[in-house]
């Protein structure tokens, strides 16, 4: 199986930039359709973005659409995303996730591996 670690989380204020990245090992990577999700305190875990296999094709919830970008390189074992203009609606732990299918999901539940999480906080 695979196992993922994320990092790049902080302490930011609004408007600023931040690079997650989820490093995977013990399997190759492009197996795996990835995801980025994300829990604030109190609120149910949502979905942030995902992407295929290849990185061909990735989705994005409507509160991140246009501000973040999700992206992968596959032989560097490692997805990104780059979140720009944030918001403090944004502060939560942000996880990655793995899945076997080929299918993009938004749906935390469709995800088989996961990361212990990173936290960002936006200070307004």
């Known amino acids: 199986?695979?196992?993922l670690v994320e990092s790049g989380g902080g302490l930011v204020q609004a408007e600023d930039s931040l690079r997650l990245s989820c490093a995977?090992?013990?399997?190759?990577?492009s197996l795996y359709t990835m995801g980025w999700f994300r829990?604030?305190?109190g609120k149910e875990r949502e979905s942030v973005a995902?992407?295929?296999k290849s990185g061909g094709t990735t989705s994005y919830a409507d509160s991140v659409k246009g501000?973040?970008?999700i992206?992968?390189?596959?032989?560097k074992s490692t997805v990104?995303?780059?979140?720009?203009?944030?918001?403090?609606e944004d502060t939560a732990v942000y996880y990655?996730?793995?899945?076997?299918?080929?299918?993009?999901?938004?749906t935390w539940g469709a995800y088989d591996y996961w990361g212990q999480g990173t936290q960002v906080t936006v200070s307004s």
């Not at 992206?71 to 032989?75: L, P, Q, T």
């Not at 990104?80 to 403090?88: A, D, F, G, R």
């Open 67 to 69: 501000r973040f970008t």
């Open 96 to 106: 990655c996730a793995a899945r076997r299918s080929s299918i993009v999901s938004m």
């Open 71 to 75: 992206s992968r390189d596959n032989a």
């Open 50 to 52: 995902a992407i295929t």
């Open 24 to 29: 995977a090992s013990g399997r190759t990577l």
């Open 39 to 41: 829990q604030a305190p």
């Open 1 to 3: 199986q695979v196992q």
């Open 80 to 88: 990104y995303l780059q979140m720009n203009s944030l918001k403090p």
